[in-house]
């Protein structure tokens, strides 16, 4: 398990985050950065299942994480600072802008889309990157438009209660709702979505003719893979599921099968982001905009 999951949150944890919190309020530059240190790649891994583009989601962490920066003087400690934080993620995902690939898309679009793109032979490996990448990038890049034909709540609950194996008592915190409402929402996001994979993808119904292999050439064809610009498939990376809770009980559950299509994307890193807040910090507007010194 990843150390520093916020999402598995104990007294000891919290307490090390209200006193990075307290030295960052108090000016402490190096307890900001740990700060940041401990989450960004976390906001970036959720930002990226919302946006399905590492270019908006890297703009989006930026946002968040400049956002949260700002409200830490306010910060009062009624809740603990994952949850603080976190709250603060949930909302800006929820209502920021629409990135380059997100667009008002149904099941049913998409379901035409993937059978009107031809299947076709492999590329010849001779001339990019491996041919393995190729279907990883086209297999990566498919599941994450699926989520993407979810709604943007829809779309949130499943990739923090099904993928990074959020409970519901903490799902129901970051959403300001009801563990039972929380499990309601999460129900019909894996109704939806794993309906339409059952129906059409065949990495988790053997009965589907569409395999990965076999639409690669025609993602490259439509544009959907660029060989030169691998987006998602970047040589070898750990998968979500190295770091997400779950048991062997519940892999053995159908949903968790499905759930497990997703939890074997890449876990990303994210670009650094203390170099450009250190030089944020530094101007006059940052300052004349926070209570921080």
């Known amino acids: 398990m990843m150390e520093n999951n916020p999402f598995e949150s104990s007294d000891r944890a919290d307490a090390e985050e209200r006193t990075l919190v307290a030295r960052a309020k108090a000016g402490d530059r190096d307890a900001l950065e740990a700060f940041v240190g401990r989450h960004q790649r976390w906001i970036y891994n959720i930002a990226i299942r919302m946006l399905a583009h590492p270019a908006d989601a890297e703009d989006a962490t930026q946002e968040i994480l400049i956002k949260a920066i700002t409200r830490l003087a306010a910060f009062e400690g009624r809740s603990t600072v994952r949850t603080w934080l ?50 990883d990038e086209a297999r990566i890049g498919c599941t994450s438009a699926m989520l993407l034909c979810l709604d943007r709540e829809q779309r949130l609950v499943y990739v923090l209660g099904e993928i990074l194996g959020v409970t519901d008592v903490i799902g129901a915190e970051l959403l300001d709702t009801s563990p039972d409402s929380f499990r309601q929402r999460l129900a019909r996001a894996r109704r939806d979505l794993h309906s339409f994979m059952n129906d059409k993808c065949g990495l988790v119904n053997q009965d589907n003719p569409c395999r990965c292999a076999r639409k690669t050439a025609g993602f490259i064809q439509c544009g959907h893979v660029d060989p030169a610009n691998l987006l998602f498939a970047r040589g070898r990376v750990r998968q979500v599921r190295e770091f997400a809770p779950s048991t062997s009980d519940a892999l053995a559950t159908l949903d968790a099968r499905y759930a497990d299509v997703f939890r074997q994307h890449p876990f990303y890193e994210s670009r650094d982001l203390v170099p450009m807040l250190r030089q944020l910090l530094d101007t006059p507007e940052w300052r004349r905009a926070t209570d921080l010194p």
């Open 86 to 135: 976190y709250r603060v993620v949930v909302n800006h995902v929820l209502n920021m802008r629409r990135g380059r690939v997100e667009r008002p898309m149904t099941f049913s679009e998409y379901g035409r889309g993937l059978d009107g793109t031809p299947d076709l032979d492999l590329p010849d490996s001779a001339t990019g990157p491996d041919v393995r990448l190729l279907v």
